[in-house]
């Protein structure tokens, strides 16, 4: 089965770098566990909120340059949390990422506060 980005989901890559942006235009395509994004570009204002939220850690998060994405498992018309999910997809992104060129890190990956949904362009080469 094949699936496509839905336009809220399209619509949620504004502003998001072109490079990541064609990252999960292509996992898409390949991707055996079917996705929406739930954000890229945030503004410092809502990176606050999720701090003050405990859902993040840091107000240098790269979503505020678009350097970011965070991608939500859609199944049976709703967003799922199970990890082996977000095993899956990370698989999906990198694969995508590796066919393109484009280096790829993913927060399940992280030591501490692993995210599972996060996808960034590393630091070190979108400075």
Same mark, same amino acid.
């Given at each position: 089965?094949?699936?496509? !980005?839905?336009?809220?989901?399209?619509?949620? !890559?504004?502003?998001?770098?072109?490079?990541?942006?064609?990252?999960?235009?292509?996992?898409?395509?390949?991707?055996?566990?079917?996705?929406?994004?739930?954000?890229?570009?945030?503004?410092?204002?809502?990176?606050?909120?999720?701090?003050?939220?405990?859902?993040?850690?840091?107000?240098?998060?790269?979503?505020?340059?678009?350097?970011?994405?965070?991608?939500?498992?859609?199944?049976?018309?709703?967003?799922?949390?199970?990890?082996?999910?977000?095993?899956?997809?990370?698989?999906?992104?990198?694969?995508?990422?590796?066919?393109?060129?484009?280096?790829?890190?993913?927060?399940?990956?992280?030591?501490?506060?692993?995210?599972?949904?996060?996808?960034?362009?590393?630091?070190?080469?979108?400075?």
């Amino acid at each position: 089965m094949t699936f496509k !980005l839905s336009k809220r989901s399209l619509d949620r !890559l504004h502003g998001v770098h072109p490079r990541l942006q064609e990252v999960v235009k292509r996992a898409i395509e390949i991707t055996p566990v079917d996705f929406v994004v739930l954000e890229g570009l945030r503004t410092i204002e809502r990176q606050r909120a999720l701090v003050a939220a405990g859902a993040s850690t840091t107000t240098r998060s790269r979503h505020l340059t678009g350097h970011a994405v965070d991608l939500g498992a859609w199944v049976d018309g709703q967003v799922r949390w199970d990890w082996p999910l977000y095993y899956k997809l990370a698989d999906v992104v990198k694969a995508a990422a590796q066919q393109l060129g484009v280096p790829i890190e993913w927060g399940g990956d992280w030591e501490t506060f692993k995210d599972g949904p996060h996808f960034q362009l590393p630091w070190s080469e979108y400075p």
